[in-house]
């Protein structure tokens, strides 16, 4: 479907409302004798002639939920009505569309007459590919990703914006073995030395990096090296 209408054979429209319409197509004396002959459908007649002036001169929106208010008839009883007046060639009914809609701009064709542009079809499979893999880059740079994104719209030397998730995690200093192991030391002495309170304890190692002090507490915990007492201070296991 896409491809035809890229070969400006089709068009496809997705977002359709179209509302009800409805106008008289008979004489007067017609309507008139049918109503004798159905007096059920007579309530319908007269609310659409009261309702929605120059309907008998031209297709006028119609609404069928107000039409059922107005006659505390049931929303299916309204449409049976219409499509039996319809039916009876009184009125031309059309009702309420929401349904997507395919337009042929040219002749319509035989399947074995429709002719595709080989070369233009490739080309735009190749650029689709690009903008794939462009996508999957995206998700997998390990740099600035403001940067990549510019990069991909033809600037040649953008400034990483610095506020990216990866800007962010490049600015965090890097824990290398031997300041964990550092650090585990200094955490596992203090608290044995004095009692630290859970609330406190990043005040009492203000001489650590904070970030790097969190990721050495959160190996403490998920290894059950580090917990808070019942009294809330943080004690060292081992």
């Known amino acids: 479907m896409q491809v035809l209408g890229q070969e400006d054979l089709l068009s496809l429209n997705e977002q359709v409302f179209k509302p009800a319409t409805a106008y008289f197509i008979c004489e007067r004396e017609s309507l008139r004798s049918f109503e004798k002959d159905h007096p059920e459908l007579e309530p319908l007649i007269k609310i659409l002639l009261r309702t929605y002036s120059g309907i008998y001169d031209q297709p006028v929106s119609i609404h069928e939920r107000l039409l059922g208010s107005l006659l505390k008839w049931p929303l299916e009883q309204i449409m049976k009505g219409l499509n039996q007046l319809h039916r009876h060639q009184l009125i031309e009914y059309a009702p309420q569309k929401q349904e997507p809609e395919i337009y042929f701009n040219q002749p319509r064709r035989k399947a074995t007459d429709v002719q595709i542009d080989q070369n233009a079809y490739r ?5 689709f590919i690009k903008r794939v893999k462009a996508m999957l880059g995206y998700l997998s740079v390990n740099g600035c990703r403001s940067t990549f994104i510019a990069r991909y719209f033809g600037e040649a030397s953008p400034s990483d914006c610095g506020i990216c998730d990866q800007c962010l995690r490049n600015k965090q200093p890097k824990l290398s073995a031997e300041d964990f192991r550092n650090i585990y030391k200094t955490v596992k002495e203090r608290t044995h030395q004095q009692s630290i309170p859970a609330v406190s304890l990043f005040d009492h190692f203000t001489d ?28 060292v296991e081992g």
């Not at 080309?123 to 650029?127: C, D, I, Y």
């Not at 970030?211 to 808070?228: G, P, S, T, W």
């Open 123 to 127: 080309f735009r499979k190749e650029q």
């Open 208 to 235: 650590i990096h904070a970030d790097q002090l969190r990721k050495v507490i959160d190996f403490m915990q998920a290894e059950n090296k580090l917990r808070v007492d019942l009294e809330g201070f943080v004690r």
